[in-house]
């Protein structure tokens, strides 16, 4: 989530289609400096709710603009009463995430006062204490860290009158479940709970049905990828994903990706192979110190580097405007990650393209994600690197049809703009070359490293 939610791009008229909601004026101009116009549908429908003081459930993709539709009814609240904070916790998975989403409040408050805390593990805990010290109404943080500056006694959370749980399901998926208790536990109990997610697996359904006092719902195809992801498997052999990837990360189209991988070990070796080859790749990795794991995801943002190599464990705190591509290198461990994983590209209603490397090991998770999905996802074929069709048995799940979602072009056969795979023309040769071979090691982020 983050950068400013994706709003809509806009012009440079001052009216915007935020003024429906009766924002403060200092408000709407930290929405019109972003150089946004129209609010998405989640913003929509879960906006005025959370203004009017109501618990909501928003169930939306990555990439829909969730964080401004929490963050928007917490400036006006924090903005029209002054007093000691923390007023508001807002609790995320990662470390990405939730500096994502310190960075989109702070975008959307810099004309109010209202002052915004993240606090997480990885890093010293002395500045954030620090910055605790001065009472921020607003404070983002991971599970771990908050519990432990709990437990220090320098994070009180009987002011807080809201609370936000961003990526609930992945926090769940990572253990935090048992955290998320203790914290919820510490708040008083008069307040508002905000729960965003993008899949609603039982156990959130559960915490979800404790926590939320009528709530607003807010559904948005959930479990399905966005209509602007074009996304397709690509039956192949394992010996010759390798080659595949060089393929289609050498096409004009691609501008920039995301390579997933399931282990941290291969997603190490994959960078350095990279490299050698002559992309700019670089990943996170477990070990690395928060500065440098700061400075990987900044240079990958500024286009420094062209390949982000990653695990899972990243997949949610990833927010970088105007990636192309997300190839699967390998499948994801379940269903529910195919969403994650591939809505890294097509955000903020821009077009993006996703391709999931499938072999013949994959038919276990190809048959539960078309059954989640409730469609067959597109096949595609690339020249040279023709393999024996996969399918997954469901039956009605793929009988011939390309579903909504399913990728624009309707599964031509093609992962590249209306052709085949192919190599570069002699201009994108001699760019490729100007980019320098740069070895990078990387590997996945683990669970210690992000949690907080």
Known sequence: MASASKLAFASTDST????????????????????FVEPRPVQVDTIPAALAGRDVLGLAQTGTGKTAAFALPLLQRLSRER?????????????????????EIRSLARFTKVRVVTIYGGVSAHG?????????EIVVGCPGRILDLMGRGVLRLDQVE????????HMFDMGFLPDLRRILKALPPKRQNLLFSATMPKEIRSLADGLLQNPQVVELAHSSPATTIDHALVPIREDRKRDLLDRILNEDACESAIVFTRTKHRARRLAQQLGRAGHKAVGLQGNMSQPQRDRAMQGFRKRQYDVLVATDIAARGIDVQGISHVINFDVPNTPDAYTHRIGRTGR???EGRALTFVT?????????????????IARHTVEGFEAEPIESGNGGAHAGSHPRGNGRHGGNGRP??????????GNSSRRRQGRGRRRHTSSSAQRQGQQG
Do not use: Y
């Open 83 to 103: 007093r000691r904070g923390p007023r508001a916790l807002v609790l995320a998975p990662t470390r990405e995430l939730a500096t994502q989403i310190d960075a």
């Open 162 to 169: 809201s609370v936000v749980l961003d990526e609930a399901d």
């Open 128 to 136: 954030q204490i620090k910055a605790l010290r001065r009472n921020p």
């Open 416 to 425: 590249g703009s209306g052709g085949s795979a192919r190599p570069r023309s």
């Open 348 to 350: 903020a209603e821009r």
């Open 16 to 35: 915007t289609g935020f003024d429906r909601f009766g924002l403060d004026s200092s408000i709407l101009r930290g929405v019109s400096a972003a150089g």
């Open 360 to 376: 013949r090991n994959d038919v276990a998770w190809l048959r539960a994600t078309e059954r989640m999905l409730g469609n067959r």
